[in-house]
Nanobody, 131 residues
Framework: QVHLVEAGGGSEQAAGSLRLSCGVS????????LGWFRQAPGQPRERVADIGSDGETSVADSVKGRFTISQDNTKNTLYLQMNSLKPEDTAMYFC?????????????????????????WGQGTQVTVSN
């Protein structure tokens, strides 16, 4: 049974920082894509960042330069370092895991794995940023 457990959310002032973590257990394969997503009330779930088993990372334009995704394989933990927080970063943050790669081939093009293409999800952690 695969389990993902997020931690580290909370309330922070704008321009502040938070670090989210996601503990992964029960996944027995070497290949994977791990992602961070967020969802604000009334909004669709949005990809924030992801990292593949090869270490390649991708960060959404909305958080580029402010958020960093990383992993510690010795601890089976995924991280999201969030700096220069803005009120619009307020959302429930989820980590997700899939056994496929982070790239999805679509004809001749390719895109990053979307939220509907992940098999395993954590329960989420709330991040609230105020002015």
């Amino acid at each position: 049974q695969v389990h993902l457990v997020e931690a580290g959310g909370g309330s922070e002032q704008a321009a502040g920082s938070l670090r989210l973590s996601c503990g992964v257990s029960g996944y027995m394969y070497s290949g994977y894509c791990l992602g961070w997503f967020r969802q604000a009330p009334g909004q669709p779930r949005e990809r924030v960042a992801d990292i593949g088993s090869d270490g390649e990372t991708s960060v959404a334009d909305s958080v580029k330069g402010r958020f960093t995704i990383s992993q510690d394989n010795t601890k089976n933990t995924l991280y999201l370092q969030m700096n220069s927080l803005k009120p619009e970063d307020t959302a429930m943050y989820f980590c997700a895991l899939d056994g496929g790669g982070c790239w999805i081939q679509v004809g001749r093009d390719r895109r990053r794995r979307g939220s509907h293409e992940y098999n395993y999800w954590g329960q989420g952690t709330q991040v609230t940023v105020s002015n």
